[in-house]
Antibody, heavy 124, light 109 residues
């Protein structure tokens, strides 16, 4: 059974860079069938897609975050990572990683499974 | 602001049927996926594609779509269905950008 686990610092100072890693177990991150994504949820608010990556390295970012986001993949470690620069208090959120399935022929796409999430607080 | 619009809150009597809707231009081209999130937990996929349920999701959950509106229907709502529900799809540009609806808080009375 595929599992995803987020890891990284739970506290980041304003103006610094948030760095998180998602470790995939129970399956290969290099499968051509899947993409991988990061989603966040500020406390008490809704979900926001941050970005997605294909195992080949192709990346897609939320336009509202694009200037600050970098997502990368390390197939040798079965991991993908998120970096968000110049963080502010508005970036405080639970950050989730998830597998993204895209089936072009039927216009169907979905995120499953999700990691348990990790809370990142931006504060001095 | 979200390009997928959901009602903020919906309530249903125990055992009754409830429909949660999601509106957006992208839904004319792409199916929505639906996620259930209970307090303190990660979202869980409940419906994807035309009307597909992942393994382990009860068959009281179903999905449908018409025009720019996707719907999640719970037939015979149970107390454990009380949760936040989010829809998700590509954005209306059709680019590799995804967007979530603002979420619907479902209360089972």
């Amino acid at each position: 059974q595929l599992q995803l686990q987020e890891s990284g610092p739970g506290l980041v100072k304003p103006s610094e860079t948030l760095s998180l890693t998602c470790t995939v177990s129970g399956g290969s991150i290099s499968s051509s069938s899947y993409y991988w994504g990061w989603i966040r949820q500020p406390p008490g608010k809704g979900l926001e897609w941050i970005g997605s990556i294909y195992y080949s390295g192709s990346t897609y970012y939320n336009p509202s975050l694009k200037s600050r986001v970098t997502i990368s993949v390390d197939t040798s470690k079965n991991q993908f990572s998120l970096k968000l620069s110049s963080v502010t208090a508005a970036d405080t959120a639970v950050y989730y990683c998830a597998r993204l399935m895209i089936v072009v022929v039927i216009g169907s796409e979905w995120f499953d499974p999700w990691g348990q999430g990790t809370l990142v607080t931006v504060s001095s | 602001s979200s390009e997928l619009t959901q009602d903020p809150a919906v309530s249903v009597a125990l055992g009754q049927t409830v429909r949660i809707t999601c509106q957006g231009d992208s839904l004319r081209s792409y199916y929505a996926s639906w996620y259930q999130q209970k307090p303190g937990q990660a979202p869980v996929l409940v419906i994807y594609g035309k009307n597909n349920r992942p393994s382990g999701i009860p068959d009281r959950f179903s999905g449908s779509s018409s025009g720019n509106t996707a719907s999640l229907t719970i037939t015979g709502a149970q107390a454990e269905d009380e949760a936040d529900y989010y829809c998700n799809s590509r954005d209306s540009s059709g680019n590799h950008d995804w967007v979530f609806g603002g979420g619907t808080k479902l209360t089972v009375l």
